[in-house]
């Protein structure tokens, strides 16, 4: 997971400019990564209350936040970095307000550990939020690649063209 988001770190380190990245992309990414941990927390908390055993389920519980936990910091240290060097002062306000649903999410998830009806419906409000921030997320992408009536095949053909022009 941590090497998929390499790159996008050395670029934003080695140039020192956040030119190009999406401010909005990056602040619903970490949203959407965030309400995912969030709630795999209240979703896990049972078995992770019964660990070390049965051994599997908790290897895997604990798996499975450890994956998410890798893609949130990931995300955010390239969301920080993106902020250290933008030239607008957007970026690092995406950034606060990021923390600040992070903190607003840690005291809910808090609140709730211990009442399991409560648990439950707060692990499904930050599972939807995910889901829409997802869509939201790609939406707009989506759109581009529909106004260009852009097709698998017609993507595949470009690459084949450019490939065989190499040659």
């Keep these: 997971m941590f090497l998929s988001y390499l790159p996008?770190?050395?670029k934003l380190h080695t140039q020192k400019s956040s030119t190009g990245l999406s401010p909005f992309y990056l602040f619903l990414g970490a949203l959407c990564t965030s309400s995912t941990f969030l709630a795999a927390i209240l979703e896990y908390q049972p078995a992770l209350a019964q660990c070390p055993t049965p051994a599997l389920a908790c290897a895997l519980t604990v798996t499975s936040i450890a994956t998410l936990v890798v893609q949130l910091a990931s995300l955010l240290a390239i969301f920080g970095l993106a902020a250290t060097y933008s030239t607008t002062n957007r970026v690092k306000r995406l950034l606060m307000a990021t923390?600040?649903?992070?903190?607003?999410?840690?005291i809910a998830v808090l609140a709730t550990l211990s009442n399991e009806t409560?648990?439950?419906?707060?692990?499904?409000?930050f599972g939807y939020t995910s889901v829409g921030m997802t869509c939201v997320m790609y939406l707009p992408q989506i759109y581009i690649t529909w106004l260009a009536k852009v097709s698998i095949t017609k993507l595949i053909d470009r690459l084949r063209s450019t490939s065989t022009d190499n040659l």
């Design 99 to 106: 923390g600040g649903y992070l903190c607003i999410g840690f």
């Design 8 to 10: 996008q770190l050395h």
């Design 118 to 125: 409560k648990r439950e419906r707060t692990a499904d409000v």
